[in-house]
C-alpha cells in the first residue's frame, strides 16, 4: 500500500447495468415525446391512417359483407390489426433506426461512448423507450377504436393472451431490426429518406393498408419473407371473427407460423444489431 | 518527492489513414496532476492523437498508457475515471440543462453534485432550460459540465472555449483552476494562447504530426524565443528592430545616438506565449517535411534578431 492517492475518491459502487438501462428508458421516452417529428410520423401515424380508410372506405359498406349486404365487419374494425402491426413495426424500426442514425451524426453517441455507460444499458433504454411508447400508442388506438369508431373489441380471453405475445415478440422484434438498420444510413439526415421507404413498402405488401388476400400471389409470398406480415396476421387472429380466416394465405391463422417468423426475424435483429452497433464509425 | 506514475505516458506514437501520416512518432508524459496544453495550427495532429488517448481511435504504433491502461482496451471502470469534452457536439439537445447532467451524473460512481456544477459552470439561469435553446457558448458550457460530472481524475479538454465571451472565458478559467487545485490532471488543447498561459503548467506543440518543442509554458521555444525586442523609426521612417537581452543599453545608446532626441514610435516588446509559438510552427513549416524530427530546434526559423523593413503605414 503506497500513499499515491491523488485526488479523494470515495469508493462507491459503480451503477449497475439494469439500473442505468432503466433510468435510460425513463430518460429516452421523455426525450420521444419532446421530439415532434417522432410523434407525428411514428406516434400518431397509424391513427392518422386508420381515420383515413375509415372516412374513405366505410361508405362502401362492411369488408366479407354477405351478397345481400348483412355480416362482415365495418372498415375500421377489418383495418384496426393492421394498424396496431404498423404502429409496432413504426416505434421499432423507424423510430430507432431514424434516432440511432442521428445519433450517430450528431454526437451523441460518441459522447456515450466516452462515458462508463455500458452500451447493454444504452440497448435497453432504446428497447424499453420502444416498448413504453408502443404499449401507449396500442392502448390509445384501441381507446379511439372502442370509443370513437365503435369497433367492438374481443372479449375471450384467449383472444388478448395471442394479442400480448405477439405485440411482445413484435415490437422487441422491431426494436432490434431498428437498431441494426440504423447502421445503414450514411449520415442522420439521411437517415428518414433510407428508413421510411423501407417501412412504407412493408406496409403496402404485408395487408396494413390493401386487404393482403387481394394482392398477387408472388407479393403475399415476397410479404411472408418479411416480419410485418406475420405480426398483421397475428393481429387480425385476435380481432377479426373466425369467418375471415379462411381467407388468409393457408385458410387458417397459423399462430405457429406466426411464432415462428417472429422467433426468426427476433433473433436476426439480435445479431445485425449486435454486430452492426458502434459508438463511433471506426476510422481506417 | 514523485513516485506517482505518471497519468498519461505517450511513447513514438503514429498514426496513419491510408497512406497518410497524421502522427508521426510524439513522445510525451503528463504528471498526475498537471495541466498540460497540446498546442498546434489546425490539421497538425492533436485532436487525432487526443482521441487516441481518450480511446476513440486505434493508433498504428508506439506505446500509450493513460491512468495506467492503455487507452485500446479501456473498459467502463477506466472510462468512469475520465472526463472528455469533446471539440463538437451538435445534439439534438431535447433535454433540460439539470436534466442531462442529472442523467449523466447517473452513469459515474462518485459524481460531483448537479446544482454545484450547474453554479460553477455559470448555467444557473439556464438550469431548466433545454439544451437546444441555449446559444452556442452556453452549450460549450453544457458540453464542460458533463465532463466534469463524474470527478474525473483526468479532463480532456478539446478546444472548451469556443464560441465564449471573455467574460465566459475568465468564468472557465476560474472553474478549471478550481479543477487543478483539487488535483485534476488536464490536458488541453486551445487556440487562444493566453489560455494556454492562464492554465497550463507545460505545454507541447504540436505541427505537422511531430512534436516539435515542448516544456514548461514559461520556458518554451528556449530562452532565444524570448529576449525582447526593441523597435523604433528611424530618421528615414523605416522600423527598425533589435533583438537584445538588455533592451535599456539599447535604448539608451540610441538615445545618445540622437544627441538625446527622442526615439520615434519606441516600444520594448517582450514576445508573448502567441509570438513563441508563431516562431516556433513557422520555423517548422519552412524545414522540409521529415528532416524537422527533433524536439526543441531552431534550425530553419529565420533569425529574427535583426531586420529592417519598410513600414507599411508610412
Redesign the interface.
Known sequence: M?A?V??A???????GTLA?GL?RIG?ET??YF??PDTLLFTFFFPFIMLGIFTAAFSSSGNIGANPDGTGGVSVGTYYLPGMLAAGMLLSGVQNLAVDIA??KS???L??L??????PLSYFLGKIGQVFVTAILQAGLLLLVARLVLDIALPTEPEKWATFAWVFVFGVITSAFLGIALAAVPRSGRSATAVVAPVVLVLQFISGVYLQFTTLPEWMQNLASIFPLKWMAQGMRSVFLPESFAVAEQSGTWDLPWVAGALGIWLVLGLVLSRVTFRW?RR?? | MTSTPPAVQVRDLQKSYGGVEAVRGVSFSIAAGETFALLGPNGAGKSTTIEILEGYRARSGGEVSVLGTDPHRGGLEWKARLGIVLQTSNESGNATVTEQLRHFAGFYPHPRDVDEVIDAAGLREKAKTRVSKLSGGQRRRVDVALGIIGRPELLFLDEPTTGFDPEARHQFWHLIRGLKAEGTTILLTTHYLDEAAQLGDRAGIIAGGQLIDIGPLDKIGGADARVPVVRWRDGNGLVREERTSRPAQVVAELVRSLNGAEPEDLEVIRPSLEDVYLSLVRGHEAIPAGTGAAASTNDGRPDPSRRTYKDVRA
Open positions: 503506497s499515491t491523488s485526488v475518491r470515495p469508493q462507491n459502487k459503480a451503477p442505468l433510468s430518460y421523455r426525450l419532446r421530439s442521428g445519433e450528431d454526437g451523441t460518441k459522447r461512448g466516452g462515458t462508463p455507460l455500458s463511433i476510422d481506417a
